[in-house]
C-alpha cells in the first residue's frame, strides 16, 4: 500500500508524535515532582501534590518505552549508535528514572517523617535529573556526535562522557528541567486549590521569564551559531538503507538557511514562543486549562522545531559527516515498516483512548479532604 519512501515519512511523524507525547505526558509528572519539596510544604500538602500525577506517571512513562522500542524497530542503526555510544549516558538516565517508582511506592510504607523526607527527595532527584540528561542529549544531537562507520556499517563512537558536556549542550539541559518544571506548575495550577494552588501561580510567575531567557538564548545559538551538514549526493530515497551511499559536506549551511529554504518550517517555532508566551500570560491570572493547553502548543513546537531543523538527519556525526543517519538510509526493511506500522495503527488508538478514559475519570482538584478520607488508596 505505501512504498518504501513514503513509509519510511510516515514512521518519521509517527516516532515525532510519540517523543512530542513523552514531552506533554511526562514533561508535567518531572515538573510536579521537581516542585514537590518546594510548593508542598506539610506532609500532607506533600501528599497533594503526588496525588496529582499519582494516578497517571506510570502510563506517561511508557510513552519513552514506546519511543525506544520504536526507534529499535524503524531506525536500527540509530538505535545502535546512539546507546552503544552513549552508554554511560542512558544508564543516569535509566538510574534517575528508578528513583521514581520506589519514591512513589515505598515513602508511605513507614510513617515517619524522616523514611518520607527522604524518599521525597528521591522523587525530586527523579523528576528533576531525566529532563537535564534528555535535554543535554538532544542538545548533543543538534551538534552532532563523534562516530563513524566502518565498511560493514558497524558504528564505532570516539567521544567520552566529558565531551557531551558542552556549554551549549548543558544550556539545553537546564532549559530542558525549565520547560517540565513550568509545565509542572501549570498542572499544579489546574488540579489543585487554595495554598498549593497560590504557591503553583507564584513558580509559573517565576519560572516564566526564566524559562523564557533560556529558549531565547537557545533559538538564537542554534539559529545563529549552529552549523549543519549539507548532503551534496543523495541516492534515491526508496533505496535499501546504506548511509555511506551518500555524500555530506559537514559544514553546508546554517539552520536559518535551511528555514529559510522550507518557509512553512518557522510555523514550529512561532508554536513554541506564541504557546509558551500564551501559557506565561494566562498562568499568571485564572486561567487554569488553557494556560497549561497552550504550554503543550509550546513544548510541541519545540520538539517540531528540533526535528525540522535536522531534517532528513537523524543522527549527525560531527567526525565523519559522511556517517550521519539520515530516516532515508538508516531504516529497517519496507516489509518490517509494513509490519511495526499495521501494529501501530491498530493498538495505538487502543492506547489513547484508554488513556483518554482514564483521565477522564480521575481528573478534578486533589485536595487535603480528599486526601485525608481516601489515606489506605492513595499515596
Not at 497533594?48 to 522500542?69: D, K, M, P
Not at 510513617?111 to 522523587?123: A, N
Not at 484508554?354 to 481528573?363: A, C, G, P, S
Request: aromatic share 16%; proline share 5%; net charge neutral.
Amino acid at each position: 500500500m505505501f512504498d518504501y519512501e513514503s513509509i519510511r515519512l510516515i514512521w518519521w511523524v509517527l516516532i515525532g508524535i510519540i517523543a512530542i507525547a513523552f514531552a506533554l505526558t511526562e514533561g508535567f509528572d518531572f515538573g510536579v515532582c521537581t516542585l514537590l519539596p518546594f510548593i508542598g510544604r506539610t506532609e500532607l500538602e506533600r501528599r497533594v501534590l503526588i496525588n496529582t500525577v499519582g494516578a497517571t506517571w506510570e502510563g506517561s512513562q511508557v510513552w519513552l518505552v514506546l519511543l525506544g522500542g520504536a526507534i529499535f524497530a524503524v531506525w536500527p542503526p540509530v538505535y545502535a549508535t546512539l546507546f552503544s555510544g552513549l552508554y554511560v549516558a542512558m544508564l543516569l538516565v535509566l538510574f534517575a528514572l528508578f528513583f521514581r517508582p520506589v519514591g512513589f511506592d515505598y515513602r508511605s510504607k513507614i510513617d515517619d517523617p524522616r523514611w518520607r523526607s527522604t524518599w521525597d527527595w528521591c522523587l525530586f532527584l527523579g523528576g528533576t535529573l531525566p529532563p537535564v540528561l534528555l535535554g543535554v542529549l538532544v542538545g548533543n544531537l543538534i551538534l552532532g556526535l563523534p562516530f563513524h562507520l566502518d565498511r560493514d556499517l558497524r558504528a564505532f563512537y570516539t567521544g567520552s562522557f566529558a565531551d557531551l558536556l558542552s556549554p551549549f549542550a548543558l544550556l539545553c539541559g537546564v532549559s530542558g528541567l525549565l520547560l517540565t518544571t513550568f509545565h509542572g506548575a501549570l498542572f499544579l495550577k489546574w488540579r489543585s486549590e487554595a495554598t498549593i494552588h497560590n504557591r503553583a501561580v507564584l513558580a509559573v510567575e517565576i519560572l516564566a521569564p526564566l524559562l523564557f531567557t533560556a529558549i531565547t538564548a537557545v533559538t538564537l545559538w542554534v539559529f545563529l551559531g549552529i552549523e549543519r551538514p549539507e548532503i551534496t549526493l543523495m541516492p534515491a530515497t526508496d533505496a535499501p538503507s546504506n548511509p555511506l551511499r551518500k555524500a555530506v559536506m559537514g559544514h553546508g549551511a546554517s539552520w536559518w538557511r535551511h528555514f529559510m529554504a522550507y518557509p512553512w518550517m518557522w510555523l514550529a517555532p512561532l508554536a513554541a514562543f506564541v504557546g509558551m508566551g500564551l501559557a506565561w500570560l494566562l498562568g499568571k491570572g485564572e486561567s487554569r486549562r488553557a494556560a497549561f493547553m497552550f504550554n503543550c502548543l509550546g513544548i510541541a513546537g519545540v520538539a517540531l522545531t528540533v526535528g525540522f531543523g535536522l531534517f532528513p538527519f537523524l543522527l549527525i556525526s560531527s567526525s565523519h559527516p559522511g556517517s550521519s543517519l539520515t530516516l532515508w538510509d538508516s531504516s529497517a526493511s519496507h516489509n518490517t515498516l509494513l509490519l511495526t506500522f499495521w501494529i501501530t495503527i491498530f493498538f495505538l488508538p487502543i492506547v489513547l483512548l484508554y488513556t483518554r478514559w482514564v483521565y477522564k475519570i480521575i481528573w478534578g482538584s486533589v485536595t487535603e479532604a480528599a486526601v485525608l478520607k481516601d489515606t489506605h488508596t492513595l499515596y
